[in-house]
């Protein structure tokens, strides 16, 4: 099946340091990845929809000068979580969308293993 | 608004049957997702449903109706490694996943 690879899984870090966080689709074209991040014992709140070689899409409230996100090839994706702080502590999630090869996987999501950032 | 509705926790007995809900209110549909979430990692796929019925995998099924904006997963056969969240979600028509704040179940021996 599909796999999205996602790294680091855990990073810690000093307030003010910049982050980065990547994502791979390792087996299929995704046109489209969407980033996350989930607030312990909170649901997952989409941050971005990020588009191959345009600009990402930010939801209400994500502040996108923070949150840098760059889909330059159709197998990467990056968040970079810049000047980190306390707050910006969560486990960050991306997910993949199929549907370039044949149909197989239209309309489902791969998800990446997670990310889990603590800023000290 | 949009809206996804699931009760908060639920609890069963090894191998007994339990039945999450879900219903959704949301701008347009392009399916329904159900996804297994252990704490601590990400989410896992469990079903997609785009239109109304009955969708079996092994011991996991998932139902839809359309018309009454209503999902869901049932369990059978159930083992203590099932407990965890699961979660529901609605692809509206933006292709944008609505999530719900997802079913705690705990299993007992």
């Known amino acids: 099946g599909a796999v999205v690879s996602q790294h680091p899984s855990w990073v810690i870090c000093k307030s003010g340091t910049s982050v980065k966080i990547e994502c791979r689709s390792l087996?299929?074209?995704?046109?489209?990845m969407f980033w996350y991040r989930q607030f312990p014992k909170q649901s997952l709140m989409l941050m971005a929809t990020?588009?191959?070689?345009?600009?990402?899409?930010?939801e209400q409230g994500v502040e996108k000068d923070k949150f840098l996100i760059n889909h330059a090839s159709l197998t990467l994706s990056t968040l970079t979580v810049t000047s980190a702080h306390p707050e910006d502590s969560s486990f960050y999630i991306c997910?993949?969308?199929?549907?370039?090869?044949?149909?197989?996987?239209?309309?489902?999501?791969?998800f990446g293993e997670g990310s889990r950032l603590t800023v000290l | 608004g949009q809206n996804i509705d699931q009760p908060t926790e639920m609890t069963a007995t090894e191998g007994a049957i339990v039945q999450i809900n879900c219903t959704y209110q949301t701008s347009g549909f392009n399916g329904l997702f159900w996804y297994q979430q252990h704490a601590g990692e990400a989410p896992t796929f469990l079903s997609y449903?785009?239109l109304d019925g009955l969708e079996e995998k092994g011991r996991f099924s998932s139902f839809l109706s359309r018309s009454k904006g209503y999902s869901y997963l049932l369990l059978k056969e159930l083992q203590m490694k099932d407990s965890a969240s699961y979660l529901c979600?609605?692809?509206?028509?933006?292709?944008?996943?609505?999530w719900g704040a997802g079913t705690k179940l705990i299993i007992k021996p």
């Open positions: 087996d299929f074209q995704a046109t489209t």
């Open positions: 990020s588009n191959e070689g345009s600009k990402a899409t930010y």
């Open positions: 979600a609605v692809l509206d028509s933006n292709y944008q996943l609505i």
């Open positions: 997910s993949a969308r199929g549907g370039t090869s044949g149909g197989e996987h239209t309309g489902e999501l791969f």
């Open positions: 449903n785009v």
